[in-house]
């Protein structure tokens, strides 16, 4: 079946760590992204990309760093873990326009 | 700066009430408008997509687009405890370059028992 797939789910890390979350997608959708949102706030667009070697950011400065080697794989990394950087990270992939985006189940990253 | 605004609510409606959320957007050349339905802690999920003037139905959601007034709507019928989420409307961009939706700030739906 035809998915978007985010690791890990959880994460709890300490500050000054390297960390990278991963997304992969089996759809072939050349077009992904990279969300983060706080609880009960909006979503902010933080990295994209159109197809591979090609990234770009979003709307929302962030320190986080993504790649696009592969279609199917996009990970986001961070050099070193803040308690700033807490948040949910959404993984999003989109190919035809008119079906918008399907997103993956996040990763809720929380640094102590 | 292209914006997408809806109001953030909450919005409270009756069980078995007609839920209406609204949104507004400012790119006149949109062609392609999105409903996603986000429950706490979730991703979000499509639920409506309407890309012509007019009411698109699917079971209990209707969405209505008029790009005359730059406006959608989505209207949830016999509206159910499940239904408590926060909808986000997101509006593709019509830019020849850019590739990604706009998303709304979302309203806040919630059941009245």
């Known amino acids: 079946e035809a998915d978007i797939y985010q690791t890990p789910r959880y994460l709890v890390i300490g500050t000054g760590k390297k960390i990278t979350l991963e997304c992969s997608q089996t759809?072939?959708?050349?077009?992904m992204y990279w969300y983060q949102q706080d609880p009960g706030m909006e979503l902010h667009l933080i990295h994209y990309?159109?197809?591979?070697?090609?990234?770009e950011k979003g709307d929302l400065s962030s320190e986080s760093t993504v790649s696009r080697i592969r279609t199917e794989h996009f990970p986001l990394t961070l050099e070193s873990a803040r308690p700033s950087h807490t948040s949910q990270y959404l993984c999003?992939?989109?190919?035809?326009?008119?079906?918008?985006?399907?997103f993956g189940s996040g990763t809720r990253l929380t640094v102590v | 700066q292209k914006e997408v605004e809806q109001n953030s609510g909450p919005l409270s409606v009756p069980e078995g009430a007609i839920a209406s959320l609204n949104c507004t957007y400012s790119?006149?050349?949109?062609?392609?408008f999105f409903w996603y339905r986000q429950y706490s802690g979730k991703s979000p999920e499509l639920i409506m997509s309407?890309?012509?003037?007019g009411d698109k139905e699917d079971g209990r959601f209707t969405a209505q687009l008029n790009k005359a007034s730059q406006y959608v709507s989505l209207l949830i019928r016999d509206s159910q405890p499940s239904d408590s989420a926060t909808y986000l409307c997101?509006?593709?961009?019509?830019?020849?370059?850019?590739?990604?939706?706009?998303f709304g700030k979302g309203t806040l739906l919630t059941m009245n028992p």
């Open positions: 999003a992939s989109s190919g035809i326009q008119a079906y918008g985006y399907t």
């Open positions: 759809m072939g959708h050349d077009k």
């Open positions: 990309s159109y197809g591979v070697n090609s990234t």
């Open positions: 790119d006149r050349g949109s062609q392609s």
């Open positions: 309407i890309y012509s003037n």
């Open positions: 997101a509006v593709w961009d019509s830019g020849g370059s850019n590739y990604k939706l706009t």
